[in-house]
């Protein structure tokens, strides 16, 4: 059974840093393209960061320069690294896992982040 489970989400102050991980099980993880992916309350679902198989990386213009997104094959593990957190970037972040020839894409159950003082 696929399954994605994230994990390293809670409170952090403005200015801090965090590690997201995302174990995936079920899948053949060294060829799916991942990403991650936040949802803040009453807005839409938006891209964080991407990851593809061959580990070219695509980020959000409000998370450059403040965000890596990294993965570990031997792990089946996927990673984001988010350092100088503000307040917007409180949200429930997804993990993704997709690949072109896969009949559909696969979503954990999310991890919240919360950025307060």
């Known amino acids: 059974q696929e399954q994605l489970v994230e994990s390293g989400g809670g409170l952090v102050q403005p200015g801090g840093s965090l590690r997201l991980s995302c174990v995936a099980s079920g899948i053949i993880f060294s060829i799916a393209n991942m990403g991650w992916y936040r949802q803040a309350p009453g807005k839409q679902r938006e891209l964080v960061a991407t990851?593809?198989?061959?580990?070219?990386?695509n980020y959000a213009d409000s998370v450059k320069g403040r965000a890596i997104i990294s993965r570990d094959n031997a792990k089946n593990t996927v990673y984001l690294q988010m350092t100088s957190l503000k307040p917007e970037d409180t949200a429930v972040y997804y993990c993704?896992?997709?690949?072109?020839?896969?009949?559909?894409?696969?979503w954990g159950q999310g991890t919240q982040v919360t950025v307060s003082s």
């Open positions: 990851i593809t198989s061959r580990g070219s990386t």
């Open positions: 993704h896992a997709a690949r072109p020839t896969w009949a559909k894409g696969y």
